[in-house]
């Protein structure tokens, strides 16, 4: 039975990052076409909206659940292996960017954010790099 536990609770972690993942990828993209509408429109307040539902309701609370089934799974190994220290650290990160998402989304709703749709064009690279670097990590597990 600990087994089965086991593979639910690795199921949960997984179906959580990849939601989690799904909105990190989108978020900068609303932000680079949200930085060519005018403040006021109907187009930005559209936005608005989809930026907040998006935190709100997907990426949030998918952060939240693969935090907890991650821990969770931390737990239940009887040995902590190298590349999941480089893991959680880069998790760490993930969740660092998450935050500024969030605090750029607040600028928006705001209408004040001060930022390019170059910027967010960039930012929208960097969970790819996480996600890339994360996968390889669990996956090879190099160290």
Not at 14 to 40: D, N, Q, T
Request: glycine letters at 6%; a positive charge; proline letters at 3%.
């Amino acid at each position: 039975m600990p087994d089965a536990i086991y593979l639910w609770i690795k199921a949960g972690h997984v179906i959580s990052v990849i939601a989690w993942m799904a909105g990190m990828l989108y978020l900068p993209r609303l932000f680079v076409y949200h930085c060519g509408a005018e403040k006021g429109s109907v187009q930005s307040e559209t936005f608005k909206i989809m930026e907040r539902r998006l935190m709100r309701a997907i990426m949030t609370p998918a952060m939240i659940s693969t935090w907890i089934f991650g821990l969770i799974l931390v737990s239940m190994q009887a040995e902590i292996h190298g590349w999941l220290h480089a893991k959680i650290a880069l998790v760490v990160i993930m969740s660092g960017i998450h935050g500024a998402m969030s605090s750029w989304r607040k600028a928006f709703e705001q209408d004040r954010n001060t930022r390019s749709a170059l910027f967010f064009r960039v930012m929208n690279e960097v969970p790819t790099l996480l996600m890339i670097a994360i996968v390889i990590l669990v996956i090879v597990q190099p160290f």
